[in-house]
């Protein structure tokens, strides 16, 4: 199998907090987690690219800083979006690739972020 | 990585075939086509891939043409779970998915 999870699946916040959002891999190591943010009617955008033991990889206009990422251990990783906004607020879903394997990856459930 | 083109939407009748297109005319050899589906307000599901050779598994086939400028995944007997966005990304070594818009299959009763 390869199972992706994350948690929290939804969170409300209010604006100027942070939140933590984590994926795992519970069946599998993964070599590498990739986060993306997908608003309402448009299509997957690749935020960052995370490898376990490293740092992330930042897309192009994607501001590092805001958008914590922490890849600890072969199956964890967390995005943190420091000083949430409105405009933050989104379908953030990661995923992963299986150590060993090919470079398929396989999606977490997704969490949505309503920040107020 | 190479640029995918797929209708907007289509629509299949429960329990027929489901033939998806997509076009990939200039994918590159170290290429792979990998197909994704999306159900509303979930993240993607991995459905299948292939580089050259026409591929099936437990969820669907995979028709690439023999010059790799375009392919066709079939679900070949669709249900009403089957609705839902599908994406046809080409993608090669640097494992990024470049996501376009993909087609949504409505299965109707």
């Known amino acids: 199998g390869a199972v992706v999870s994350q948690h929290p699946s939804w969170v409300i916040c209010k604006s100027g907090t942070s939140v933590k959002i984590e994926c795992r891999s519970l069946?599998?190591?993964?070599?590498?987690m990739f986060w993306y943010r997908q608003f309402p009617k448009q299509s997957l955008m690749l935020m960052a690219t995370?490898?376990?033991?490293?740092?992330?990889?930042?897309e192009q206009g994607v501001e590092k800083d805001k958008f914590l990422i922490n890849h600890a251990s072969l199956t964890l990783s967390t995005l943190t979006v420091t000083s949430a906004h409105p405009e933050d607020s989104s379908f953030y879903i990661c995923?992963?690739?299986?150590?060993?394997?090919?470079?398929?990856?396989?999606f977490g459930p997704g969490t949505r972020l309503l920040v107020l | 990585d190479a640029k995918t083109t797929q209708p907007t939407s289509m629509d299949c009748a429960e329990g027929r075939a489901a033939n998806l297109p997509c076009n990939h005319s200039?994918?590159?050899?170290?290429?792979?086509v990998y197909w994704y589906r999306q159900i509303h307000s979930q993240g993607p599901q991995y459905i299948i891939h292939?580089?050259?050779?026409?591929e099936t598994n437990e969820m669907a086939s995979l028709i690439i043409t023999e010059d790799r400028k375009s392919s066709t995944l079939i679900l070949p007997h669709a249900t009403l779970r089957d609705t839902a966005v599908y994406y046809c990304?080409?993608?090669?070594?640097?494992?990024?998915?470049?996501w376009g818009l993909g087609t949504s299959l409505a299965v109707n009763p």
């Open positions: 995923s992963a690739t299986k150590r060993g394997g090919q470079e398929t990856q396989y």
């Open positions: 069946d599998f190591q993964a070599t590498t």
């Open positions: 995370s490898n376990e033991g490293s740092k992330a990889t930042y």
């Open positions: 200039t994918i590159s050899g170290n290429e792979y």
């Open positions: 292939g580089l050259k050779n026409n």
């Open positions: 990304i080409a993608a090669g070594n640097n494992r990024k998915l470049i």
